[in-house]
């Protein structure tokens, strides 16, 4: 009969440092990290070559996360440590189970695998955290709070060599990368000479509102109860929609939202900065193309883009000349529906950042580049973070943009307000001529008119409504 495994005498053979009785649960559940990587080791050796390659890919995929791996791994780890009557052992209180705190450790995210995976109630609401140094910050309750845990510098190092095995472009010596894992989590990471030394910085986002509906963001205070009707109909209609705001703001997933009530018959193309919205997964049975270019990459697709023949386009994070070009390039040819996000938390600065940045790569008049923005998009929705809960996203305003070429003017309307001394959004029932004869003779017209004017009469705003920019010098005085 097999004797009994013995963690203790495992210990004093082969962890020298924890020779002796009495020893921490820290260096138990490290005797136990100790074993288990053994065990997996002998398994290697007793692996023929063609096997080794196999369990490479599996290894690496387990650790980026896709599922019949990291099952695997888990299987196996549970697996050992029953075989050797260890699952009462005691692991980090931030792991749910030692098999989790085990695979984490030794094929995972390390400590930032509870934040990743939602292992704890508090994780599950905190879209963004920082490992800067060994320190592990999230954002909960809208401050980017400590946590316990911590990842020294080995672990670290092994995490980002880990991490880059999803990107074989990457190299291990660049000292900037951004990478995603299968769950759609962002990571930034700055290492090597760009940060001092041992305060290595991973940033990780992850998108915390599972349901993407209009509903969901009525709920969470994002928007007023009667937004959704309004938005319905604006989305029905087909206007130009642009999405603004700071980091953090909830662009891209007002975004993903609003396209998601989306005519699915339509043909779209969905072109972004990095793969960070899956489409095929949101709307599997819509024909939406998806690509992932920006700068020269973009510009080298550009005319065959313009030769497309979709009904929409979906601009994820515009932030330079080729994007802002494109923007303007194709919704000139007349084409509704279209949408965009831009880190600008002014609506009305929007057009002469656009135009400006155009010119500046490209040529051509500032005051006619600024007109077309006006004239090609229809609404900006501006978006922020709550002052006092950070984690919470605010619609605090929507503006028309419109262009009156008869009079060679440019406006900038804003129909929608919030209020944050009263915590309430304050609407003016305006659609202007320009905007309304894009979409004259829909019957979605008047129930957008209608809707705007109830809610003016329920809340009105007693604020000027329209501007006229001064960095547009037109023929309007």
């Not at 642009?242 to 891209?252: E, M, N």
Request: proline fraction near 5%.
């Amino acid at each position: 009969m097999d004797r009994k495994f013995d963690l203790q005498e495992y210990m004093n053979r082969e962890l020298p440092e924890s020779r002796g009785t009495g020893s921490t649960e820290e260096e138990i559940f490290r005797g136990v990290l100790d074993m288990v990587s053994r065990q997996f080791d002998l398994d290697w050796e007793r692996t023929d070559d063609q096997a080794k390659n196999m369990k490479l890919e599996r290894e690496k995929r387990a650790i980026i996360g896709y599922d019949r791996e990291v099952k695997y791994y888990k299987a196996r780890i549970q697996e050992i440590l029953q075989e050797r009557h260890m699952m009462k052992c005691r692991f980090p209180p931030w792991y749910p189970s030692l098999t989790e705190a085990v695979f984490a450790e030794l094929y995972g995210l390390a400590g930032l695998a509870p934040w990743a995976y939602d292992m704890q109630e508090k994780y599950r609401r905190s879209s963004s955290a920082k490992l800067i140094g060994d320190r592990l910050y999230c954002l909960i309750d809208g401050r980017s709070q400590l946590q316990p845990q911590r990842i020294p510098e080995k672990r670290r190092i092994q995490l980002k060599r880990s991490l880059l095995l999803a990107s074989p472009a990457e190299r291990m010596e660049y000292g900037f990368h951004e990478l995603y894992l299968v769950n759609g989590i962002r990571i930034t990471i700055y290492s090597g000479d760009r940060t001092k030394a041992g305060q290595d910085v991973m940033v990780f986002r992850k998108y915390v509102m599972r349901d993407l509906s209009f509903e969901a963001m009525v709920r969470l205070g994002t928007i007023p109860p009667e937004a959704p009707a309004l938005f319905r109909v604006m989305i029905r209609l087909g206007f130009n929609v642009i999405f603004g705001g700071q980091v953090r703001s909830g662009k891209t997933t007002f975004l993903q939202t609003w396209q998601k009530y989306e005519n699915r018959d339509l043909e779209g193309m969905a072109i972004a900065t990095d793969p960070e919205t899956p489409w095929h997964e949101l709307m599997p049975e819509a024909p939406l193309m998806q690509l992932v270019a920006d700068g020269p990459r973009l510009e080298e697709i550009t005319k065959s883009l313009l030769r497309g023949d979709n009904d929409y386009i979906l601009l994820e994070e515009m932030r330079d000349a080729a994007a802002f070009r494109l923007a303007l390039d194709i919704t000139s040819t007349g084409t509704m529906r279209s949408k965009a996000t831009i880190h600008d938390n002014d609506a009305v600065s929007i057009p002469y950042r656009m135009a400006s940045k155009i010119r500046e790569r490209y040529g051509g008049d500032l005051n006619a580049l600024i007109a077309s923005v006006f004239q090609n998009f229809d609404y900006v929705i501006e978006l922020c973070q709550d002052p006092v809960n950070r984690s919470k996203k605010i619609m605090k305003g929507i503006v028309e943009l419109s262009y009156d070429p008869e009079r060679d003017q440019v406006s900038a309307v804003r129909i929608c307000r919030y209020d944050f001394s009263r915590g309430i959004w304050l609407w003016r029932g305006v659609i202007s001529p320009d905007v309304a004869r894009k979409v004259a003779g829909d019957d979605g017209l008047p129930e957008m008119e209608r809707i705007l004017r109830g809610l003016e009469e329920q809340s009105p705003d007693p604020a000027p409504s329209v501007l006229h920019p001064a960095y547009y010098h037109g023929g309007a005085e």
